[in-house]
């Protein structure tokens, strides 16, 4: 199967722009690897509000149940986020999308490329040879569970909520991820305190035995935030639940020295979102001046998934390319830079 | 008054090592500065469930609610994290004891110390002249909401709650100590997704006009897990709730270079605990290697408490005296150290 239909999502702030360097390279991809994308455009996020008033529209969510793939640029508007009173949020869109999809894993790699490990605020020979993936479970958890807020005002809570068919498919997928790599498994949780994490930690126990050659360990989530900053290279493939990747995955993005450059899959039984890891950057929306690689890696991870492996080496190749010859936007280089579509093109011609 | 009940609760692991040092300062602290202190010792922890099968014994309770304040070592036990199925937990007793006596702010102040701070994983031009005061909310939350576990296995979930009570006295102590330093407070949450951070934010907008010499900014906690070491000089005093800030304060700990120096203050309506923020690090347990100083620095944090401000001014001083002549453990030099009961002494006799 040579032919693949992409739902594209470019949302908010620079998601557009980003995105827009995506569909170069895939439409280089598809005449160097012989396939043929075809895109269907949806509007999700705070765009979508403004212009149907839903944050995830129907039509938006038919595509991407009919793709092959789903191309995510980025979404949030400060608009929202400075009111509490707010009953629709751009982030509503994504939230409903990953749990429609049932894109239940979110899957984070993060290394360091050699020339540019001096741009991180970690010193070289605490990152040097770094190499993690993290897998986020999506669609459970507090950020799913009910919520309420009195309407007087006095109080709110939010419920956070793990059944064992949440927890086991993204155990499974960490484990054999392990096999593949360091073999080493870290469980991320609060189990001192915590009931839901108790459960993670029981059923992550309970599969160890099927993966015997993965070590499996555990800690606990205010100490990791900890070790991943002392000691990075402890961890090879990290596992957790939603709110605490949310958290972790960020932080670990610091060790690499840019943000810009981290892309993500979303993955399901069905359907796979990819995105960068960055959001939607409002001050520098229209200014030519966001990275795309971070969007343009997210597309080698689809290529991977949609199984032209070829390519998305090819990919992969053409990136580190421009990052080794300095042919990059301002936040790599702030002497010499590009601007977001000369990155784009650089990639895309090298391919 | 110059008349001081002290709770001394040693705890787990390395507790009782480091508390016994800060004993020693307090009995020098005592004569040079005519004060009496009265130590009443009680049990907590895992120490408490193995000697009578409750991580806060009734007795313990009593001498804390009357005391003038509470020492706390540290708490916590390897046997029972990797157990999922224990019912009676070391951190119950922690917990229960916060709820006990109303502690709801837990203080953390974070700096660098200037002949310490290669020491840090973070690059020096990244933290130097860091200075962040963190205000953790203590008795609510996640970690005090209903909690549940299905007999079968089947599911677990997790409460958290929030009401105006809890917030907003918090959050006036915040802007107060904003006011007293650089007037910038960052309130950490995630109102992009949970109905309680949403309340967090309204209640600081509403509370804001009382002190409009403080700038308020909102951040969500994935991307403050970031910012904090992408720029820890950007923050000034943090409020944010029990869960966020026990990750965010444990990440910020990495900022100074060692977690071993690092105090904090519980305080409440009539009691207030002092205890260093590592934990119990059963590893170095009865080896003479810990790290006295964060518990000696608590000693600090509650001498201020007790209005005896000249005396934790010369304790200060006398850890930095120290710390300068790197008469500290090995966590701190490798090179050439000293035990825990030497750098205690070292301190103690420069008082
Ligand atoms: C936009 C927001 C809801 C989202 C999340 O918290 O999941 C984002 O931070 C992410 O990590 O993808
Ligand atoms: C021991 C544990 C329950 C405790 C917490 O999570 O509050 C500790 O990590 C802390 O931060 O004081």
Redesign the pocket.
Known sequence: NNYFKIAVLPGDGIGPEIISESIKILDVIAEAFQCKFHFDYGLIGAEAIFKTGNPLPEETLKICKESDAVLFGAIGDPIFDNNPEAKVRPEQGLLKLRKELGLFANIRPLKTYASLIDKSPLKREIIEGADIQIFRELVSGIYFGEKFTDPEGAYAYDICKYSREDIIPIAHMAFQEAQKRKKKLTLID?A??LDTSRLWRKICQEIAPEYPDVQLDYM?V?NAAMQLILNPKHFDVILTENMFGDIISDEASVIGGSIGLLPSASVGEKNALFEPIHGSYPQAKGKGIANPIASILSVAMMLDHLNVKAAADKLRQSVEHAIENKYVTIDLNTKQYYSTSEVGSFIADHI
């Open positions: 609060k001192n305190v606990f205010d």
